[in-house]
T-cell receptor
Framework: GNSVTQMEGPVTLSEEAFLTINCTYT??????LFWYVQYPGEGLQLLLK?????DKGSNKGFEATYRKETTSFHLEKGSVQVSDSAVYFC????????????FGDGTTLTVKP | DAGVIQSPRHEVTEMGQEVTLRCKPI?????LFWYRQTMMRGLELLIY????????DSGMPEDRFSAKMPNASFSTLKIQPSEPRDSAVYFC?????????????FGDGTRLSIL
């Protein structure tokens, strides 16, 4: 079956620190990969995505590269801000799943000033 | 553009009462998903629809839960009778059908508390 494994949280960083949240996946096909972010009291929203190997998704200073050889899609940001405090979800989706996505368990990030 | 709209945002009710959660997906989206989120179990897919037809309801916890999508712009999730362990945040999401590279768009959820 399909699965997504994220590094366990919570993650606590100081402002301007470098962020990495690891994500690895298992899929029976060739997936598209996503990072979603959930701010307190809100739903998940798309942060970035990549649809094929070696693609790099980027948004708001966050980046993730689709690595087929290591089945990974790690999220990185060079300098985090307090406003980045949120829960981050890695997810995959396959054409064969007809729109259905598989989500990781989420990683809570807290950035302190 | 209007996003996914859920109502109510908060619901507090007593055990045994019927609860109805509502969702309006983004216009033109073919897929609609209902999720439940709790601290203990995280984000769980309950059921999803394609073109108003239920495709997979294997995540619905028990017969007390039911979901309908009478038309492309409206869906409901009903719990009858409700129990305290149903307390959670329930999310609705929608997406376009164009293969697996389309993201899901989430509403802001309904926070349900069963006393």
């Amino acid at each position: 079956g399909n699965s997504v494994t994220q590094m366990e949280g919570p993650v606590t960083l100081s402002e301007e620190a470098f962020l990495t949240i690891n994500c690895t996946y298992t899929a029976t096909g060739y997936p598209s990969l996503f990072w979603y972010v959930q701010y307190p009291g809100e739903g998940l929203q798309l942060l970035l995505k990549a649809t094929k190997a070696d693609d790099k998704g980027s948004n708001k200073g966050f980046e993730a590269t689709y690595r087929k050889e290591t089945t990974s899609f790690h999220l990185e940001k060079g300098s985090v801000q307090v406003s980045d405090s949120a829960v981050y979800f890695c997810a995959l989706s396959l054409n064969t799943n007809a729109g259905k996505s598989t989500f990781g368990d989420g990683t809570t990030l807290t950035v302190k000033p | 553009d209007a996003g996914v709209i859920q109502s109510p945002r908060h619901e507090v009710t007593e055990m045994g009462q019927e609860v109805t959660l509502r969702c309006k997906p983004i216009s033109g989206h073919d897929y609609l998903f209902w999720y439940r989120q709790t601290m203990m179990r995280g984000l769980e897919l309950l059921i999803y629809f394609n073109n108003n037809v239920p495709i997979d309801d294997s995540g619905m916890p028990e017969d007390r839960f039911s979901a309908k999508m009478p038309n492309a712009s409206f869906s409901t999730l009903k719990i009858q009778p409700s129990e305290p362990r149903d307390s959670a945040v329930y999310f609705c999401a929608s997406s376009l059908r164009q293969g697996g590279n389309q993201p899901q768009h989430f509403g802001d959820g309904t926070r349900l508390s069963i006393l």
